[in-house]
């Protein structure tokens, strides 16, 4: 974005910010699709409004840019490097609001279920894989999913077993096909931040627990009614102190060894 803007990154910064939401989709296939909401605001994040030459096609332009160059090292597996980047099929749309959703206008609330729909397929649903760790191998013959989730797990664990794969604990996220980043992550300024989530939700727990329980008062309790429960011992504590008597004859005698 900078360089197409003829900024310096730092510079850039003093007209824009670009922000996003990602999250990971499971195709039928058992590859992992991203779908993610980019956003480009002023300086002040979604408060403030871009300047004029931060336009949605050079965006666009700049998201295809960095989706064909951008590489990220992976394992070397038998001699042989690995990399990883993104594939040929690339997919940018512009959202307005205007016809973004069916023609509704663009809110957070838009946006939030654009993103859920694709957060809540996860690979049980998308493969007919699994919800949970495998323990075993041996597992994968009882159980009731495809025979391509079944090679696709199968893989995973087969790989995780090698010492120079390890590191991936491939084993562990078998039943995710061997993918375990984040299903979701952001920019720390798009929108809210998980902290502050967890901070609303536990104050509406609170607020919850309050209205079904009414205020919270201190409350004293007296007793002011007492009933005679006997005198002696019980049988079982007569008993035990009878036990504890020493023999008749035997206080005060020497022990001999």
């Given at each position: 974005?900078?360089?197409?803007?003829?900024?310096?990154?730092r510079r850039?910064?003093?007209?824009?910010?670009?922000?996003?939401?990602k999250?990971?989709?499971?195709?039928?296939?058992?590859?992992?699709?991203?779908?993610?909401?980019?956003?480009?605001?002023?300086?002040?994040?979604?408060?403030?409004?871009?300047?004029?030459?931060?336009?949605?096609?050079?965006?666009?332009?700049?998201?295809?840019?960095?989706?064909?160059?951008?590489?990220?090292?992976?394992?070397?597996?038998?001699?042989?490097?690995?990399?990883?980047?993104?594939?040929?099929?690339?997919?940018?749309?512009?959202?307005?609001?205007?016809?973004?959703?069916?023609?509704?206008?663009?809110?957070?609330?838009?946006?939030?279920?654009?993103?859920?729909?694709?957060?809540?397929?996860?690979?049980?649903?998308?493969?007919?894989?699994?919800?949970?760790?495998?323990?075993?191998?041996?597992?994968?013959?009882?159980?009731?999913?495809?025979?391509?989730?079944?090679?696709?797990?199968?893989?995973?664990?087969?790989?995780?077993?090698?010492?120079?794969?390890e590191?991936?604990?491939?084993?562990?996220?078998?039943?995710?096909?061997?993918?375990?980043?984040?299903?979701?992550?952001?920019?720390?300024?798009?929108?809210?931040?998980?902290?502050?989530?967890?901070?609303?939700?536990?104050?509406?727990?609170?607020?919850?627990a309050?209205?079904?329980?009414?205020?919270?008062?201190?409350?004293?309790?007296?007793?002011?009614?007492w009933?005679?429960?006997?005198?002696?011992?019980?049988?079982?504590?007569?008993?035990?102190?009878?036990?504890?008597?020493?023999?008749?004859?035997?206080?005060?005698?020497?022990?001999?060894?």
């Amino acid at each position: 974005m900078a360089k197409r803007a003829g900024l310096s990154q730092r510079r850039f910064r003093e007209h824009a910010r670009v922000s996003f939401a990602k999250v990971a989709e499971y195709q039928k296939r058992g590859a992992v699709h991203f779908h993610a909401v980019i956003r480009l605001d002023g300086p002040g994040g979604g408060d403030t409004p871009p300047p004029p030459w931060a336009t949605a096609e050079l965006l666009t332009d700049a998201i295809e840019a960095a989706a064909g160059k951008v590489r990220v090292d992976g394992p070397v597996i038998d001699g042989r490097a690995h990399t990883f980047a993104f594939g040929r099929q690339l997919d940018v749309r512009t959202i307005r609001s205007a016809d973004f959703n069916g023609g509704q206008e663009l809110t957070e609330r838009a946006v939030a279920a654009y993103i859920a729909k694709y957060a809540t397929k996860g690979a049980e649903t998308a493969t007919g894989a699994l919800d949970r760790p495998l323990k075993f191998a041996a597992e994968l013959a009882q159980l009731d999913i495809s025979d391509h989730a079944r090679r696709l797990i199968r893989t995973a664990w087969t790989l995780g077993a090698r010492k120079d794969l390890e590191h991936l604990r491939l084993r562990a996220w078998a039943h995710m096909l061997g993918f375990r980043g984040h299903f979701s992550t952001k920019s720390r300024r798009y929108s809210t931040t998980l902290g502050a989530l967890r901070d609303a939700r536990a104050e509406w727990r609170r607020a919850q627990a309050a209205a079904l329980n009414g205020p919270e008062t201190e409350t004293t309790y007296v007793l002011a009614h007492w009933v005679f429960a006997g005198t002696g011992l019980s049988d079982a504590e007569a008993w035990l102190a009878a036990s504890l008597e020493p023999a008749p004859g035997t206080e005060g005698e020497p022990t001999h060894g």
